[in-house]
């Protein structure tokens, strides 16, 4: 069974820090890309960010771009997402999700881990 | 990037009837060297994740009732539920994973029971 745990979440004023980290179990971790999924409260899915199987490639949407780092240690089976810069918009549920297959282009959400909460406030 | 838009943003059906939920993309998502559209649809129960239902616009994951379909191509997608039930109350969105990221979201329909 594929499971996916988030931990990492929490409390920090603007322009602090927090890292996420997902670890995961029931598949061979190196062989599926993987991304962070973030929900703010009461508003739909965004893709934040995404890495391929070996970890070579990663990609990030404009908003994130500069302030986030993605990383995986596969021999760990962990995924991480450094979040530096901290703005009040980036408030949400952020979910550690399975791609379908080891490239991050043309991967789906296959499976979903239950997220982390993120609060960035004064 | 590519934009995904849903309509409606929510529906009310009675229990039995007919859902349909629409999405567009900006542009297309059929890849011609496979004939495949890069189209994925998920539903999302309150105080849950979401749950992949439907890939490739059409082909239904493991466990998923054959009440829900897929269909469409290029730019023009439609998930149909064809007897709604109870359970299928949720929010449902749309994503493109065409090329590399970012793979965009739709803003997501929300269904209801009537």
């Known amino acids: 069974e594929v499971q996916l745990l988030e931990s990492g979440g929490g409390l920090v004023q603007p322009g602090g820090s927090l890292r996420l980290s997902c670890v995961v179990s029931g598949f061979t971790f190196s062989n599926y890309a993987m991304s962070w999924v973030r929900q703010a409260p009461g508003k739909g899915l965004e893709w934040v960010s995404g890495i391929s199987g070996s970890g070579d490639y990663t990609e990030y949407t404009d908003s994130v771009k500069g302030r986030f780092t993605i990383s995986r240690d596969n021999s760990k089976n962990t995924l991480f997402m450094q979040m530096n810069g901290l703005r009040v918009e980036d408030t949400a549920q952020y979910y550690c999700?399975?791609?379908?297959?080891?490239?991050?282009?043309?991967?789906?959400?296959?499976?979903w881990g239950q997220g982390t909460v993120v609060t960035v406030s004064s | 990037d590519i934009v995904m838009t849903q309509s409606p943003d929510s529906l009310a059906v009675s229990l039995g009837e007919r859902a349909t939920i629409n999405c567009k993309s900006s542009q297309s998502l059929l890849y011609n060297s496979n004939n495949k559209n890069y189209l994925a649809w998920y539903q999302q129960k309150p105080g849950q994740p979401p749950k992949l239902l439907i890939y490739?616009?059409?082909t239904r994951e493991s466990g998923v009732p054959d009440r829900f379909s897929g269909s469409g191509s290029g730019t023009d997608f439609t998930l149909t539920i064809s007897s709604l039930q109870a359970e299928d109350v949720a929010v449902y969105h749309c994503?493109?994973?065409?090329?590399?990221?970012?793979?965009?979201f739709g803003q997501g329909t929300k269904v209801e029971i009537k």
């Open positions: 999700v399975k791609g379908s297959t080891v490239t991050a282009a043309g991967t789906f959400c296959h499976h």
């Open positions: 994503q493109q994973y065409y090329g590399s990221p970012p793979h965009t």
């Open positions: 490739w616009a059409s």
